[in-house]
T-cell receptor, first 109, second 114 residues
Framework: RKEVEQDPGPFNVPEGATVAFNCTYS??????FFWYRQDCRKEPKLLMS???SGNEDGRFTAQLNRASQYISLLIRDSKLSDSATYLC??????????FGTGTRLKVLA | EAGVTQFPSHSVIEKGQTVTLRCDPI?????LYWYRRVMGKEIKFLLH????????ESGMPNNRFLAERTGGTYSTLKVQPAELEDSGVYFC????????????FGPGTRLTVT
């Protein structure tokens, strides 16, 4: 079983749609959680950290469910520029990141 | 503020040759990390430096890989001799000590071994 699992997609959604991604992690002792965005052939860029209380940044909302060991990312009012791969990242209390394979999103005009 | 930079952006070498990748972290970031993504797989951790000291090299595939960070500034990752399975994208990341959990990535070096 992978340490961090994501549906690879692609998720094809029309502009203006709401889309949600989930990610599950295997280590219940994991401490920090992040969503990164990666455009084609570019570096991963931090989108948002994920806190137990949930957090929102504009059109983006992240949630953490420790009991079920999953995190989610909700994107409202999708824009063409949201098209990218979204990487779920878990930190188990050490310095290294554990990545999921990423979920590919395509927002269609 | 300049981000993490990596050189070269692409490298194509033959099996058995040596390649050295370079990473310049964000100024003031004492933590430096190397990661690798091979085709179709997730990005995987290779190793972590704090200043010039290796803290964790548990992800290094084998002894053909050597990472250094002399002086605690830039880092190099040498692959010698390169094998076909070393092909992939090598990312460097850096973070501050206080906010170690927020890592900033460089654009990566795409290595192709033929």
């Amino acid at each position: 079983r992978k340490e961090v699992e994501q549906d690879p997609g692609p998720f094809n959604v029309p502009e203006g749609a709401t889309v949600a991604f989930n990610c599950t992690y295997s280590n219940s002792a994991s401490q920090s959680f992040f969503w990164y965005r990666q455009d084609c052939r570019k570096e991963p860029k931090l989108l948002m950290s994920v806190y137990s209380s949930g957090n929102e940044d504009g059109r983006f909302t992240a949630q953490l469910n420790r009991a079920s060991q999953y995190i989610s990312l909700l994107i409202r009012d999708s824009k063409l520029s949201d098209s990218a791969t979204y990487l779920c990242v878990v930190n188990e209390g050490t310095y290294k990141y554990i990545f999921g394979t990423g979920t590919r999103l395509k927002v269609l005009a | 503020e300049a981000g993490v930079t990596q050189f070269p952006s692409h490298s194509v070498i033959e099996k058995g040759q040596t390649v050295t990748l370079r990473c310049d972290p964000i100024s003031g970031h004492d933590n430096l990390y190397w990661y690798r993504r091979v085709m179709g797989k997730e990005i995987k951790f290779l190793l972590h430096f704090v200043k010039e000291s290796k803290q964790d090299e548990s992800g290094m595939p084998n002894n053909r890989f050597l990472a250094e960070r002399t002086g605690g500034t830039y880092s190099t990752l040498k692959v010698q001799p390169a094998e076909l399975e070393d092909s992939g994208v090598y990312f460097c990341a850096s973070s501050q000590i206080a906010t170690y959990y927020e890592q900033y990535f460089g654009p990566g070096t795409r290595l192709t071994v033929t």
